[in-house]
C-alpha cells in the first residue's frame, strides 16, 4: 500500500494505526486521506497553509463525485480532531467547511421475475463438459446466494465447506464488511441446490480436497471477477444491461452483482408489507440477516419500494428537468 509523502505523513500514518486499532477498517480511510496527502504534496503545503481557506480551494479542486469530495473532507476532519486530541490544535480548520450538495443514488433494483429470468439464464448456460460443470454450478450458485440470500459477492465465494451447516440448514459468514460474522438460515431451497451441487461434486471428484464450499480450480475458492463477468453476460443476454443515468441531482445506477443484494432487501420489505405487516419492525432483523451494523443501513432501501417505483423515478425525473 502506497506510504503518505506529505509533511504531515508521519501524523496520517499514525492516525490510521490509531483508526485500526480501535477496530476500524482502515481501507476506506485510507483512500480519503490519500487524496488529500497528493494534494498537500502538489501545493507543497506546510504547517503555515493549514487554514479554513486551503480547505475550500481544496474542496474546489478535487475532480470526483460531491460524494467522494464530502468523503474525503470526512476523513480529514476526523484527521484533524485526532491532532486536537494531541494538542497539537486547538480548533479543527474543517468544522466551517460546508458540505457540497450531494447527489443521490437509487440503485438497479430486479423485480422477483426478472431475478428469475436472471438465474434461468445462467442455469441455462451451464457447460456441460466435465472440466467447466462444476466450475459452472458454482458461479450460479453464488449467484443464487446473492439474489435468495442478499450476500455480497465477496462472501459466497469464501465460503468454506465447514461454514455450511447441513444439519439445521444455515450458514455462517466470516468477518466480511464491517468485521461482522452471521449465521443465517437458508431456504430450503437453496439448501437443494447447495446438497445436490455437493453430490455431484462428491461422484465427480472423490478425492477431492478443496476447503471452500463453492469450488474453484485447482483447490482455490472462486474467483469473484469470473462471478461478475458472468452475472453481465447474463444480464446483457436477457436484456437488462443497461448504464448509469443520470438526472439532476439524481444518479440510476445499471445493473451490477450488488444490485441482486438491493433487490433481495427491497423486494422482502415490499413482501412483509403486501402482507399488511410492519417494515419498521422488520428492519433489525433484516439488518442482522444481511450483516449491517446498523439497522439504519437497512432502513435506507424503504426509499424504494420495488423496481416499477424506479422506473417511475427515472421517468418523472426526466419529465421534470423537460418541463424546467
Not at 100 to 112: A, D, G, N, T
Request: proline share 5%.
Amino acid at each position: 500500500m502506497k506510504n503518505y509523502e506529505s509533511f504531515l505523513a508521519g501524523k496520517l500514518e499514525e492516525y490510521v494505526t490509531y483508526r485500526k486499532n480501535l477496530g476500524y477498517s482502515k481501507k476506506a480511510l485510507r483512500h480519503g486521506l490519500n487524496d488529500f496527502d497528493r494534494y498537500l504534496k502538489e501545493q507543497n503545503a506546510g504547517w503555515d497553509d493549514i487554514q479554513p481557506s486551503f480547505f475550500l480551494q481544496l474542496r474546489a479542486n478535487i475532480q470526483k463525485n460531491p460524494n467522494t469530495v464530502n468523503k474525503i473532507l470526512s476523513a480529514v476532519r476526523g484527521f484533524f480532531n485526532f491532532l486536537i486530541r494531541q494538542g497539537i490544535y486547538i480548533h479543527n480548520p474543517l468544522q466551517d467547511i460546508p458540505p457540497l450538495p450531494e447527489r443521490y443514488f437509487i440503485p438497479f433494483v430486479f423485480s422477483p421475475e426478472e431475478t428469475e429470468r436472471l438465474l434461468q439464464a445462467i442455469s441455462n448456460r451451464l457447460r456441460k463438459t466435465k472440466k467447466d460443470f462444476l466450475t459452472d454450478v458454482a458461479m450460479y450458485l453464488a449467484t443464487l446466494l446473492m439474489a435468495r440470500c442478499g450476500m455480497r459477492i465477496s462472501e459466497p465465494v469464501r465460503l468454506l465447506l465447514t461454514h455450511y451447516r447441513a444439519d439445521d440448514g444455515t450458514i455462517y459468514i466470516e468477518k466480511t464488511k464491517f468485521r461482522k460474522d452471521r449465521l443465517i438460515p437458508l431456504p430450503i431451497s437453496v439448501m437443494t441446490e447447495i446438497e445436490n451441487y455437493l453430490s455431484v461434486r462428491k461422484s465427480l471428484l472423490p478425492h477431492d480436497q478443496n476447503p471452500y464450499l463453492l469450488a474453484g480450480k485447482d483447490q482455490e475458492g472462486l474467483h469473484g471477477r469470473y462471478v461478475r463477468a458472468l452475472f453481465h453476460q447474463r444480464v446483457k443476454d436477457i436484456g437488462l444491461a443497461g448504464s448509469k443515468q443520470t438526472v439532476g441531482n439524481v444518479t440510476f445506477g445499471y445493473p451490477t452483482p450488488h444490485s441482486l443484494r438491493h433487490s433481495f432487501a427491497i423486494n422482502t420489505l415490499k413482501h412483509i408489507k403486501d402482507r399488511g405487516e410492519s417494515t419498521q419492525h422488520a428492519l433489525p432483523v433484516l439488518a442482522a440477516y444481511m450483516g449491517h451494523r446498523k439497522y439504519q443501513y437497512t432502513h435506507a432501501y424503504l426509499k424504494v419500494s420495488d423496481a416499477k417505483h424506479v422506473a417511475g423515478l427515472i421517468a418523472f425525473s426526466k419529465s421534470q428537468l423537460d418541463v424546467v
